[in-house]
Nanobody
């Protein structure tokens, strides 16, 4: 099993940037991909981005393409989400999870969810 802990959330203004981190521990050698999801109040948890752990291939939701960048630092077993030009609609709790060795946006195909980190963007 892999344990994931998110950090880096906060309250910012529209147009600002934040960088989230997802630190993995435990059986990290089993990681094949990691993903970012977010959940706003009253809404379903939605896919944000995914990165393949070995090759670094990435996948993004259309709503964040061009603004968010997912990366990883294998030596530290850590994934990052650089979020630029933040908008009020980006306000949500952001979660990371362990995924499959295929590109997928379906939350049912992820496991080992972290506890989340709050991102609040005001206009």
């Amino acid at each position: 099993q892999v344990q994931l802990i998110e950090s880096g959330g906060g309250s910012v203004r529209s147009g600002d940037s934040l960088r989230l981190a997802c630190a993995a521990s435990g059986r990290t050698f089993t990681i094949t991909s990691l993903g970012w999801f977010r959940q706003a109040p009253g809404k379903d948890r939605e896919f944000v981005a995914q990165i393949m752990w070995r090759g670094g291939t990435t996948l993004y939701a259309d709503s964040v393409k061009g603004r968010f960048t997912v990366s990883r630092e294998n030596a530290k077993s850590t994934m990052y989400l650089q979020m630029n030009d933040l908008k009020p609609e980006d306000t949500a709790v952001y979660y990371c999870a362990s995924g499959l060795p295929i590109q997928t946006t379906h939350k049912e195909r992820y496991r080992d969810w972290g506890q989340g980190t709050q991102v609040t963007v005001s206009s």
